[in-house]
C-alpha cells in the first residue's frame, strides 16, 4: 500500500483525508484518491490530466520530475504528499 495525503491546506477547499491505495506510479495512486474524492481531482490537475501550476508532489520526500503523465515511480510502503507550491519574491 502507498499512503496519499494532502496538506491541510487543501483539505479546506475539499476533502481528501489521509488515504492508503495500491499503484506503481504517482499517477495509479492518484487515480485510486480520486476514486473516492472525486473532488479533489479539479483542484489537483488541469483539463490535460497534468498536474496544476499550483500544486507540487512529493513521493517519499522527494519532488516528482514528471509533472505531466505522473509517471514517477512509488514503491510499496511508499508515500505521496501533495501540497501547493509556495512562490513570492
Not at 38 to 55: C, E, I, N, T, W
Amino acid at each position: 500500500m502507498v499512503t496519499v495525503t494532502f496538506t491541510a491546506n487543501i483539505q479546506r477547499h475539499v476533502e481528501c483525508p489521509p488515504t492508503e491505495v495500491t499503484g506503481r506510479t504517482v499517477r495509479e495512486c492518484l487515480e485510486a484518491v480520486f476514486g473516492h474524492a472525486p473532488r479533489a481531482r479539479s483542484y489537483v490537475l488541469d483539463d490535460q490530466g497534468a498536474l496544476r501550476k499550483h500544486m507540487i508532489v512529493f513521493v517519499d520526500g522527494h519532488q516528482i520530475r514528471d509533472r505531466a503523465t505522473l509517471g514517477d515511480g512509488v514503491s510499496v510502503g511508499g508515500r505521496i504528499d501533495v501540497m501547493q507550491a509556495l512562490s513570492g519574491g
